[in-house]
């Protein structure tokens, strides 16, 4: 599947493939071999850098759907499909949706922290101190955070959004 856009004398660009047609491969290639994870490193690292937002949204809702399928295998497609939808598409609120997915639905401890840890830093780009705060706040007193740069650093973070927080109350 992967060479059929590079054929002697054809070059077909990414973002002239048929999406439907290739989710549809992508998804037989899952039906095949579900413990594959080729579909969804070429759906989020490859197909969704195409730049036409529309064919990027269906590899991020690829991504997404076949994520809820292995959430603890698939935790770093989706991963990769919250900062694109961040940093590509602009669109805080899918990034959002898609990390807090990987925070619910994504629990094998071997999971790095930042996955889970993504929905407060979403939140305080999106202009949600309060919401960011309170969900760091909570991070750092559960006791999970063990590792001492790491505490270190989120404890400075919430304390940038406290003060955050406190500049918006007083601004009221």
Excluded at 26 to 50: E, G
Excluded at 135 to 162: N, V
Aim: aromatic share 10%; charged share 20%; proline share 7%.
């Amino acid at each position: 599947m992967q060479a059929f856009d590079n054929q002697p004398g054809i070059s077909i660009p990414f973002a002239a493939l048929d999406y439907g047609r290739l989710i549809a491969w992508l998804d037989t290639l899952l039906d095949l071999d579900p413990h594959s994870n080729y579909p969804l490193l070429m759906a989020s690292y490859l197909y969704a850098q195409v730049p036409d937002p529309a064919k990027q949204r269906m590899m991020l809702d690829f991504t997404y759907r076949q994520f809820l399928a292995d959430p603890d295998r698939r935790w770093r497609y989706l991963a990769h499909a919250a900062l694109i939808a961040k940093h590509e598409l602009h669109d805080l609120p899918l990034a959002l949706a898609y990390a807090q997915a990987l925070q619910k639905y994504a629990r094998d401890p071997a999971i790095p922290h930042w996955a889970s840890q993504m929905p407060i830093f979403i939140l305080a780009d999106m202009g949600e101190t309060e919401a960011a705060k309170i969900e760091l706040g909570a991070l750092l007193a559960s006791g999970s955070i063990t590792d001492p740069q790491e505490k270190h650093f989120l404890t400075g973070r919430y304390l940038e959004l406290e003060s955050r927080a406190a500049k918006i109350r007083q601004a009221r």
